[in-house]
Antibody
Framework: EVQLVESGGGLVQPGGSLRLSCAAS????????MNWVRQAPGKGLEWVSV???????KYAASVKGRFTISRHNSENTVFLQMNSLRTEDTAVYYC?????????????WGQGTMVTVSS | QSVLTQPPSASGTPGQKVTISCSGS????????VNWYQQLPGAAPKLLIH???QRPSGVPDRFSGSKSGTSASLAISGLQSEDETDYYC???????????FGTGTKVTVL
C-alpha cells in the first residue's frame, strides 16, 4: 500500500528545535518530489518545503534559514528539521508526495503530526 | 497571506451546482497548472483535480475544473451532503519560487 506516516510532533518552547519524520511505503522517496505542508489551527494550508529527486531543496520565505528538509534513502524517509521555532509555527505538519503521475499535484498525503510551540 | 484568493464560503441545495473561484496572477495561475484539494474535517487534504481539469481515478465526474487567464474554478454538479467540506486551489508560483495554496472555501449543503 502506498502511504506516508509522519511522526515527531509535540510541544516545544519558543526558540526550540524539533525534527519531524515522514516514512514512506509502497514507493521510493528518492524518486519523487517530497513536500511538507502545514496547517495552523483553524487556518488554511501553507506549503513549507520540497526536496526534489535530484536532491535540491526549496523553502517558503516564512521558514527559510530555520527549517531544513532532508531524506534518508535507505530508510525511505523524509525529515524536516525545525530550529528557532516560533509560536506562529504551531500547526499540523503534513508530508505529501508530488509524483509525476498527476502533474505537479500532491497525490499522496500523510495523516499529519501536530507541532505546538508554546511556553 | 495566500496569493490565491477564494471566496470563504459557498452553498447550495442537494442536486444543485456550486462553483468556487480561485483568483491568482501571471506568476502562478497565469503560467502554471492549477490543482484542487478537498479536505474533510480532521483529515488530510485529498487531491480532487490536477492539471487544471483532470480528475484522478476514483474522483466522481460531478467534480470539474477549469482555468482562464489568471483565474480558475472548481464546479460541483449534483451537490451531495458529503460534499460539505473545505476546498483549496493551488499552483506553483515562479516569483515566490514555491507552491501556493488558495485561502480555502467552505462548501455548505443547505
Amino acid at each position: 500500500e502506498v502511504q506516508l506516516v509522519e511522526s515527531g510532533g509535540g510541544l516545544v518552547q519558543p526558540g526550540g528545535s524539533l525534527r519531524l519524520s515522514c516514512a514512506a511505503s509502497g514507493f521510493t522517496v528518492s524518486s519523487n518530489y517530497m513536500n511538507w505542508v502545514r496547517q495552523a489551527p483553524g487556518k488554511g494550508l501553507e506549503w513549507v518545503s520540497v526536496i526534489y529527486s535530484g536532491g535540491s531543496r526549496k523553502y517558503a520565505a516564512s521558514v527559510k534559514g530555520r527549517f531544513t528538509i532532508s531524506r534518508h534513502n535507505s530508510e525511505n524517509t523524509v525529515f524536516l528539521q525545525m530550529n528557532s521555532l516560533r509560536t506562529e509555527d504551531t500547526a499540523v505538519y503534513y508530508c505529501a508526495r508530488d509524483g509525476d503521475r498527476y502533474g505537479d499535484a500532491f497525490d499522496i498525503w500523510g495523516q499529519g503530526t501536530m507541532v505546538t510551540v508554546s511556553s | 497571506q495566500s496569493v490565491l484568493t477564494q471566496p470563504p464560503s459557498a452553498s447550495g441545495t442537494p442536486g444543485q451546482k456550486v462553483t468556487i473561484s480561485c483568483s491568482g496572477s501571471s506568476s502562478n495561475i497565469g503560467t502554471k497548472t492549477v490543482n484542487w484539494y478537498q479536505q474533510l474535517p480532521g483529515a488530510a487534504p485529498k487531491l480532487l483535480i490536477h492539471s487544471n481539469n483532470q480528475r484522478p481515478s476514483g474522483v466522481p465526474d460531478r467534480f470539474s475544473g477549469s482555468k482562464s487567464g489568471t483565474s480558475a474554478s472548481l464546479a460541483i454538479s449534483g451537490l451531495q451532503s458529503e460534499d460539505e467540506t473545505d476546498y483549496y486551489c493551488a499552483a506553483w508560483d515562479y516569483i515566490l519560487d514555491g507552491y501556493v495554496f488558495g485561502t480555502g472555501t467552505k462548501v455548505t449543503v443547505l
